[in-house]
């Protein structure tokens, strides 16, 4: 191990010998007694060396052995450090010119997973992990692009047709690509987000990609998560496949549920429950199934909300693989374009569904076994 004290946490002096690391209270830490030598030791717990180089330089600069390991052991303690060594090893999986991008999310993963190494065990697991986006819409595009760049190995954004002027928007397609293939579109998108250099092409998915960690599935229309959605859920569920409903509906933005097959309430959960609440729902279902690609509705879906309902997808699809339960999990998050307010809604389990009838070995979030 190479201690580092983490380098998101910013060095402020409370008073002459006071030290404070971090400014959010959950984080910031105090090393009281600070005098030029402590200083000069806590200057050198940059990543560079080992503890027992620690040690020996601490020395040179009058401290004694015991003293120093003192320190070193009252930091580790506070969470303030992290192991630089294993930090370097996961990002040399990454190539050169993603290394960098990476910096700020790597600096977050440690304080949210905040024991030495953690950071890095956590950004190891989604660099193995291989998530496809059923959608490049307004939302679809601009997911996959935030998780390629938050260290996904492997994005995969699914979709047919070419590129209209209500598919793109901030985070995700251009109106430059307006009339591409969708599928094209966004792959290069995904591409351009891992900090590929301009001009190298972006290589070719193969013909048989391995089964997917996650699904994300994000229809263009919002309500196609009721009609064609609900049916790639139901083959992700006889799979064992986690997956995440994310859209805009009319003027709400909905991320969840985030269903893991076996062991939470899924899509059809939802579908029956509102059935419950209103009996002319399956009437209602059905019209929306057989309201065809002719229709001349145009659906609503404000380019903000947009924009934030990816971002949020694309993190609780972080926080799924990271091995933390995102609030979409046995529920969803409804972002309002009327007052910008988010709110989570529970679902349980449905006891006409079903889905919970076997149960069905869960992805990476083993908290679900």
């Known amino acids: 191990m190479r201690p580092v004290i983490k380098p998101a946490l910013s060095r402020l002096w409370r008073e ?44 040179k600069l009058g401290l004694s052995a015991e003293y120093c390991q003192a320190v070193l052991d009252s930091l580790g303690g506070s969470e303030l450090l992290d192991d ?77 047709g070419r590129v209209a002027a209500r598919d793109c928007a901030p985070g995700g397609l251009p109106p430059g690509d307006i009339g591409r293939l969708r599928s094209t579109a966004a792959r290069e998108l995904v591409h351009r987000a891992t900090g590929a250099p301009v001009g190298e092409r972006y290589r070719r998915p193969p013909t048989a990609p391995p089964p997917p960690t996650l699904v994300v599935l994000a229809p263009r229309d919002g309500s196609a998560a009721y009609t064609g959605a609900a049916v790639d859920a139901q083959e992700l569920m006889r799979a064992g496949i986690p997956h995440l409903y994310t859209g805009v509906l009319e003027h709400l933005g909905v991320v969840g549920p985030l269903v893991v097959p076996g062991a939470s309430a899924c899509g059809s959960c939802a579908t029956l429950a509102r059935r419950d609440e209103d009996e002319a729902w399956p009437r209602l279902l059905a019209q929306l199934i057989d309201e065809g690609p002719g229709r001349a509705r145009l659906p609503a879906c404000d380019g903000a909300v947009a924009a934030s309902v990816a971002g949020l997808a694309a993190l609780h699809v972080q926080l799924y693989l990271d091995g933390v339960l995102p609030p979409s999990v046995d529920g969803w998050c409804e972002l309002s374009a009327a007052d910008g307010m988010v709110r989570r809604l529970r679902l349980r389990s449905h006891p006409d569904c079903g889905c919970l009838w076997q149960s069905v070995t869960p992805g990476r979030a083993g908290t679900m076994a």
């Open 84 to 160: 630089a060594q294993a930090l370097r090893d996961v990002l040399e999986l990454y190539p050169p010119a993603r290394r960098d991008l990476l910096g700020p999310d790597v600096s977050s993963l440690s304080l949210v997973h905040p024991a030495p190494g953690e950071a890095a065990t956590v950004l190891h697991g989604r660099v193995r992990a291989r998530v496809e986006v059923r959608g490049a819409g307004r939302i679809g595009a601009a997911v996959g692009a935030a998780l390629a760049a938050g260290g996904i190995g492997e994005v995969a954004v699914l979709d047919r």
């Open 16 to 59: 002459k010998q006071t030290l404070q690391f971090g400014t959010v209270r959950r984080h910031a830490r105090l090393i009281e007694g600070v005098d030029r030598r402590l200083s000069g030791f806590l200057e050198l717990v940059d990543g560079s060396r080992d503890g027992p180089a620690l040690v020996a330089a601490g020395q």
